[in-house]
């Protein structure tokens, strides 16, 4: 069994999360998703997000807008849709949960 | 010196180094092969895509006249490859789902670690089997029998090349394994049926309704032009194989006459070929070259009709047919040139008395096969020669008709 395994499966559990709270303070952009992502070292390279994106998009979660931009081509902004705000508040409540249990779990020794 | 060109990346213009154009696009390209088989692929991609883009532009505003291979490399390394981008699927359904797929494992050529084609390599990845083992194998095989080197051939132009990892990994992936022809034919039955069957309810609702007649008609015109177009495949692909067969049938047939490995016509056979190639593996070698230089051409047609025919998924490799073919006719020269060189006076004397042996035995048999002409007992001037005879029957015969 390898660690990096383990480690990249208890990341991928939380990336979810953290792109729909980031995404919940107003309207982001993937490459802001990003920087914030790889400051917390969740995500090592920008093409992971992608796909991700895409699919909370597909799930009715997040919805994006065009913008003009003046460094390339116009960018997607991402925002939370109504549907993705009570999940990622039902996901804060787990995560509450989860990391109350683990603290207390790990204290116990 | 490199060329620049000008490219469109996500809706922008970007000048761009070919070396580093080409690197990009073989990027982008195996993405596409990743998301291919994904609903969301197409919108990953143009979101990368875009990304890119815009990395390329922040480059260009920082005063690069063109965008430079570091640059590629650089943003490649930023975006990640295909593996990374699969982080949002557990690893063990996506095993599952690899597994599932009936083209999970497929024989590439492995042209990283080739000697010739990369089959050899190829093989061992699709069986686990090392290398090395492979191509020992591979090499006994061929001096011992030589089929392998036909089939070497062939697998050669017909296996694709894996150049992706996704490639990579599914020619060591998984464990079923495919036959791609039949896995065509077989879709195309299913295709056919299931078309057939729709048109069916398709008719039978209009029957039903007792309204538009035409439009059932036709439903039924092209159900039936569904069938015809399977069985004319079906059709033509019987006929390939029936050529291919004769073509095999004849091609045996001409090499047992002319290698005399095989007297199709006892006493005559080895009339053609004076005995030169005495050694079998010649003889061998021979027969192989003959064989491919004949079989190779009608094969890659037939294989190419049948390709055309099912729109099958598969390739030829036509450099690789070629250079086959051109190994081929090498090797049948080279042993007929070193054949011809072998022939020396004793052998050759050998060769003339043998015909004139035979010439001997055939004029015997032709006075022997003269009919007797019936003399009647007064002609005493009993000719003892056949040829006086036949003057005179001409001469009796001339006096008859004048």
């Known amino acids: 069994m390898k660690i990096e395994n383990t480690q990249s499966q208890m990341r991928k559990g939380v990336l979810e999360y953290c792109i729909l709270t980031l995404a919940s303070t107003g309207e982001v952009y993937a490459s802001d998703i990003i920087t914030h992502l790889k400051e917390a070292k969740l995500i090592v390279v920008e093409g992971t997000l992608y796909p991700l994106l895409t699919r909370l998009k597909n799930a009715g979660l997040l919805k994006y807008e065009?913008?003009?931009?003046?460094?390339?081509?116009?960018?997607?902004?991402?925002?939370l849709t109504e549907e993705g705000t009570k999940f990622n508040s039902q996901l804060a409540d787990t995560w509450t949960e989860l990391s109350n249990s683990v603290n207390q779990l790990t204290q116990l020794k | 010196m490199n060329k620049i060109i000008q490219i469109n990346l996500a809706g922008q213009a970007v000048s761009i180094d070919e070396k580093a154009y080409q690197s990009l696009s073989h990027y982008l390209q195996t993405l596409e092969n990743h998301f291919a088989n994904t609903i969301d692929g197409r919108e990953i991609l143009t979101d990368i895509e875009a990304r890119i883009a815009e990395l390329f532009f922040g480059k260009i505003r920082k005063g690069n006249a063109f965008i430079n291979e570091s640059d590629v490399a650089e943003a490649i390394q930023l975006m990640g490859t295909a593996e990374d981008m699969d982080?949002?699927?557990?690893?063990?359904?996506?095993?599952?789902?690899?597994?599932?797929?009936?083209?999970?494992?497929?024989?590439?050529?492995?042209?990283?670690?080739?000697?010739?084609?990369?089959?050899?390599?190829?093989?061992?990845?699709?069986?686990?089997?090392?290398?090395?083992?492979?191509?020992?194998?591979?090499?006994?095989?061929?001096?011992?029998?030589?089929?392998?080197?036909?089939?070497?051939?062939?697998?050669?132009?017909?296996?694709?090349?894996?150049?992706?990892?996704?490639?990579r990994s599914r020619m060591k992936g998984g464990n079923t394994t495919i036959n791609d022809i039949v896995n065509s034919v077989r879709q195309e039955a299913t295709d056919v049926a299931r078309n057939v069957k729709n048109e069916a309810t398709n008719v039978a609702d209009n029957?039903?309704?007792?309204?538009?007649?035409?439009?059932?008609?036709?439903?039924?015109?092209?159900?039936?032009?569904?069938?015809?177009?399977?069985?004319?495949?079906?059709?033509?692909?019987?006929?390939?194989?029936?050529?291919?067969?004769?073509?095999?049938?004849?091609?045996?047939?001409?090499?047992?006459?002319?290698?005399?490995?095989?007297?199709?016509?006892?006493?005559?056979?080895?009339?053609?070929?004076?005995?030169?190639?005495?050694?079998?593996?010649?003889?061998?070698?021979?027969?192989?070259?003959?064989?491919?230089?004949?079989?190779?051409?009608?094969?890659?047609?037939?294989?190419?009709?049948?390709?055309?025919?099912?729109?099958?998924?598969?390739?030829?490799?036509?450099?690789?047919v070629f250079l086959s073919w051109l190994i081929c006719l090498a090797m049948f020269i080279g042993i007929s040139i070193y054949s011809a060189g072998n022939v020396n006076i004793n052998s050759f004397r050998q060769f003339g008395e043998t015909l004139k042996e035979r010439s001997?035995?055939?004029?015997?048999?032709?006075?022997?096969?003269?009919?007797?002409?019936?003399?009647?007992?007064?002609?005493?001037?009993?000719?003892?020669?056949?040829?006086?005879?036949?003057?005179?029957?001409?001469?009796?015969?001339?006096?008859?008709?004048?």
């Open chain 1, 66 to 79: 065009w913008k003009e931009s003046d460094q390339g081509p116009p960018r997607k902004y991402y925002s």
């Open chain 2, 87 to 167: 982080i949002d699927e557990d690893p063990d359904t996506q095993h599952h789902q690899r597994a599932a797929n009936p083209s999970s494992k497929k024989l590439y050529r492995d042209t990283d670690d080739r000697v010739l084609g990369g089959v050899c390599s190829g093989l061992g990845a699709y069986f686990g089997m090392d290398t090395s083992v492979v191509r020992i194998l591979a090499v006994l095989l061929i001096l011992f029998t030589g089929i392998p080197l036909i089939a070497y051939f062939v697998l050669w132009a017909i296996l694709p090349e894996a150049t992706t990892p996704e490639d």
């Open chain 2, 207 to 320: 029957l039903k309704k007792k309204s538009n007649f035409s439009n059932s008609a036709k439903s039924v015109t092209s159900g039936i032009q569904q069938i015809v177009t399977f069985l004319a495949k079906i059709f033509g692909a019987g006929v390939l194989i029936f050529l291919v067969t004769t073509g095999i049938a004849f091609t045996v047939f001409l090499l047992a006459n002319a290698t005399g490995g095989f007297h199709f016509n006892p006493g005559n056979g080895d009339i053609l070929t004076p005995s030169i190639l005495k050694s079998p593996t010649l003889n061998w070698l021979f027969s192989l070259s003959l064989l491919s230089l004949i079989l190779i051409p009608i094969g890659t047609i037939c294989y190419a009709i049948i390709l055309f025919l099912f729109n099958s998924a598969l390739h030829i490799n036509v450099k690789a």
């Open chain 2, 360 to 402: 001997s035995y055939d004029i015997d048999i032709k006075i022997k096969e003269i009919p007797p002409i019936p003399l009647t007992p007064d002609a005493d001037t009993a000719l003892k020669d056949t040829e006086e005879l036949a003057i005179t029957d001409t001469l009796l015969i001339t006096t008859e008709l004048l």
